[in-house]
């Protein structure tokens, strides 16, 4: 019996022990859990936070991107001073050009007008011109046929009603 109670003790300090030992074993086991919780609430925030960060990086990457590109074009416009300056080179030299175009109307308009006056006078010209030389014409047939009248006379026998018929039949 005293093996037998001593065999009970022993197997009752060995499920204490074991008792203990399982009790131990899942208080570390709990405290493990706690930690691995602990740590994987603590990557999931890291995780997040990564993902914000990531988040933030892509847009200034972005903006970035978009910077350079304006600075870009920005820099291959010429700057204000020098756009002033050329656009005001511009107007003065269109203001220079309104004024010439202004002279060469006038020129021209008055070059129509001389012209309208030359032909107005080469027209006139043209005018009295025939009209002289229908005087003359008419000047000449009238001498012609004066000098024929006086060409007759000579022929025939002078008569005086002869010259004074002929006399009134000459135009002056």
């Given amino acids: 019996m005293l093996l037998q109670l001593s065999q009970s003790e022993l197997a009752s300090e060995k499920f204490l022990l074991g008792s203990q030992t399982s009790n131990a074993e899942l208080n570390s086991y709990e405290e493990l859990n706690d930690i691995i919780k602990t740590r994987v609430e603590s990557a999931k925030k890291e995780i997040e936070e990564a993902k914000e960060s990531f988040k933030a990086a892509k847009e200034v990457r972005k903006n970035r991107v978009q910077y350079n590109v304006l600075a870009k074009v920005i820099k291959e416009q010429p700057d204000r001073k020098e756009t002033l300056k050329n656009l005001d080179e511009i107007k003065a030299e269109l203001a220079d ?76």
């Fill in 97 to 172: 050009l309104e004024g010439k175009r202004r002279e060469i109307e006038e020129k021209l308009d008055m070059r129509r007008k001389r012209l309208h006056l030359l032909n107005v006078a080469i027209h006139d010209f043209i005018e009295d011109a025939n009209e002289i030389k229908q005087q003359i014409d008419s000047n000449e047939a009238a001498s012609a046929d004066m000098a024929a009248d006086s060409i007759d006379l000579l022929i025939e026998p002078f008569d005086l009603e002869d010259v004074d018929d002929n006399a009134m039949s000459v135009d002056p």
